[in-house]
T-cell receptor
Framework: EADIYQTPRYLVIGTGKKITLECSQT?????MYWYQQDPGMELHLIHY???????EKGDLSSESTVSRIRTEHFPLTLESARPSHTSQYLC???????????FGPGTRLTVL | GENVEQHPSTLSVQEGDSAVIKCTYS??????FPWYKQELGKRPQLIID?????GEKKDQRIAVTLNKTAKHFSLHITETQPEDSAVYFC???????????????FGTGTRLKVLA
């Protein structure tokens, strides 16, 4: 079944650790996005990509990096996790011409 | 800068009544406006959307209206039911930094509670 998958679903780590959040989609979409969302609050765009080897920064991009080596895969890396990074991270994708965004189930990150 | 304002932040209605949520966007180049519903602990899901060449769109109990001049769009839910209780987000699609790319700016969300 076509869907968006995120791993891990839950992660608790210590300050200073480097972590990578995985996102994969089997929907054949070209555009992919990462958002940060505190529970019930607005979504903040971190990074987005419109195709392989093409990425753009969002509003909260300064403390993370992304890569897009394969169309279906869009991992997000925090180089040095801090307690302020504690949040939920949502991955999303759309078709090339935009329109409806489909969201993954999210990764809930806690940094101690 | 680019932003989307959403009001109210919380809304309580009696079952069967109507609910209206309003959003205002800043970028006049925005041309696509989706609405997402997010239930507790779940991912956002699209419930309705509208493009800038249309003034109104309806899908059963849900409708969206767009006023391009005022840069304003609204979600209308009629005959509300307890299962409509959730957080609703509006969004506006903007052009990205590179030609052919798009990004989405979300509103701050409205927590709707339908009282049985």
């Amino acid at each position: 079944e076509a869907d968006i998958y995120q791993t891990p679903r839950y992660l608790v780590i210590g300050t200073g650790k480097k972590i990578t959040l995985e996102c994969s989609q089997t929907m054949g979409h070209d555009k992919m996005y990462w958002y940060q969302q505190d529970p019930g609050m607005e979504l903040h765009l971190i990074h987005y990509s419109y195709g392989v080897n093409s990425t753009e920064k969002g509003d909260l991009s300064s403390e993370s990096t992304v890569s897009r080596i394969r169309t279906e895969h869009f991992p997000l890396t925090l180089e040095s996790a801090r307690p302020s990074h504690t949040s939920q991270y949502l991955c999303a994708s759309t078709r090339l011409r935009g329109g409806e965004q489909f969201f993954g189930p999210g990764t809930r990150l806690t940094v101690l | 800068g680019e932003n989307v304002e959403q009001h109210p932040s919380t809304l309580s209605v009696q079952e069967g009544d109507s609910a209206v949520i309003k959003c205002t966007y800043s970028d006049s180049a925005s041309n696509y406006f989706p609405w997402y519903k997010q239930e507790l602990g779940k991912r956002p899901q699209l419930i309705i959307d509208i493009r800038s060449n249309v003034g109104e769109k309806k899908d059963q109990r849900i409708a969206v209206t767009l006023n391009k001049t005022a840069k304003h769009f609204s979600l209308h839910i009629t005959e509300t039911q307890p299962e409509d209780s959730a957080v609703y987000f509006c969004a506006a699609r903007l052009r990205g930094s590179t030609s052919g790319t798009y990004k989405y700016i979300f509103g701050t969300g409205t927590r709707l509670k339908v009282l049985a």
